[in-house]
T-cell receptor, first 115, second 110 residues
Framework: DSGVTQTPKHLITATGQRVTLRCSPRSGDLSVYWYQQSLDQGLQFLIQYYNGEERAKGNILERFSAQQFPDLHSELNLSSLELGDSALYFC??????????????FGPGTRLTVL | EDKVVQSPLSLVVHEGDTVTLNCSYEVTNFRSLLWYKQEKKAPTFLFMLTSSGIEKKSGRLSSILDKKELFSILNITATQTGDSAIYLCAVEHSGYALNFGKGTSLLVTP
């Protein structure tokens, strides 16, 4: 158990809908990262927050947004969902700001299925 | 275009064999290369490499980076069935972006 929690575990929804995925980092970790893993694209980095502020942006679509709250939990919002958004979404946390050179601890993931 | 290519895509070996997994990259402003192991669920961190020629070692796993030739290898000696997993290589580069390879699927048979 990495200490990173994600809810929900599974989510099934229809095209065009909007969902929110939630992540609680390990106690004391200030950085939160979001990743998407699909069969065709592999694992992709989406976005990083550090202490409430956006730090780095990867291949995140305009339809997706994220934020990190004062209690350091983070939410990833996915809107106007398409079939291709079906994937496993991971959250990871690390203590420091230092980009990806710090060890990241991954949560168990949220599996999103868009029908 | 930044890219990370892993080979082979898939590998089946017998317990006790030694395997070498490859990761080559083409990115702008390389910062670091990371190796992860992914079993059924989330990836777990193995190594982070930033300097050429310095081997990182953890038990039967070791990794080395060649920044001149733009590749890294991950070696696993005396493989065990518990080493069966997908091994992911990721490269951190300019703008703190992180690109992953598609992974190498390793199956170790008894």
């Amino acid at each position: 158990d990495s200490g990173v929690t994600q809810t929900p575990k599974h989510l099934i929804t229809a095209t065009g809908q909007r969902v929110t995925l939630r992540c609680s980092p390990r106690s004391g970790d200030l950085s939160v990262y979001w990743y998407q893993q699909s069969l065709d694209q592999g694992l992709q980095f989406l976005i990083q927050y550090y202490n409430g502020e956006e730090r780095a942006k990867g291949n995140i679509l305009e339809r997706f947004s994220a934020q990190q709250f004062p209690d350091l939990h983070s939410e990833l919002n996915l809107s106007s969902l398409e079939l291709g958004d079906s994937a496993l979404y991971f959250c990871a946390s690390s203590p420091l700001l230092a980009g990806f050179t710090d060890t990241q601890y991954f949560g168990p993931g949220t599996r999103l299925t868009v029908l | 275009e930044d890219k990370v290519v892993q080979s082979p895509l898939s590998l089946v070996v017998h317990e006790g064999d030694t395997v070498t997994l490859n990761c080559s990259y083409e990115v702008t402003n390389f910062r670091s290369l990371l190796w992860y192991k992914q079993e059924k669920k989330a990836p777990t961190f193995l190594f982070m490499l930033t300097s050429s020629g310095i081997e990182k070692k953890s038990g039967r796993l070791s990794s080395i980076l060649d920044k001149k030739e733009l590749f890294s290898i991950l070696n696993i000696t005396a493989t065990q069935t518990g080493d069966s997993a997908i091994y992911l290589c990721a490269v951190e580069h300019s703008g703190y972006a992180l690109n992953f390879g598609k992974g190498t699927s390793l199956l170790v048979t008894p």
